[in-house]
């Protein structure tokens, strides 16, 4: 029991949610209403700061660090857990607009967007941002 309960504590780590996103991330999957769906966070490479982060509503795959939400799970692969390892998940609606953002520890520079950063590890020199926004 207490090796689960560690293994819980590690996982909680890698990525966090706020309230606000939790909620709305509960209002998705029940219009989904597909039991096995989780939310995956993910990187991808591209956007203006080279790499971007990435949301969608998906079943588990092999590989994947599951991280349980209490009603729902976060999937994370194994390439993208090294990058937004401490990272918190939030949900923000605004005037400027309603989204998903990921406040990430380990980002060097972000664009303004809000969805493209790099990390020390990914040398470079920043460049501006080229969102648009």
């Known amino acids: ?4 309960n560690q293994q819980a504590a590690i ?33 991808a490479g591209g956007g203006c700061s080279g790499l971007q982060y990435g949301m969608t509503l998906d079943e588990e795959q092999e ?26 998940v939030d949900y923000v609606d605004s005037l400027m607009g309603a989204g998903f ?4 520890p380990n980002a060097v520079s972000s664009c303004g967007c809000g969805h493209s950063f790099k990390t020390a590890d990914g040398g470079g020199e920043a460049r501006g941002c080229g969102c648009g926004h």
Do not use: C
């Open 63 to 88: 590989g994947d660090t599951v991280i349980s939400m209490g009603d729902f799970n976060l999937l994370v692969d194994d390439m993208s857990v090294t990058y937004i390892n401490g990272s918190e």
């Open 1 to 4: 029991m207490i090796e689960q």
């Open 11 to 43: 996982e909680t780590q890698i990525i966090s949610m706020t309230p606000a996103a939790s909620e709305k991330v509960r209002e998705l999957l029940k219009q989904e209403n597909d039991p096995s769906l989780g939310l995956r966070v993910f990187v």
């Open 101 to 104: 953002t990921v406040n990430n």
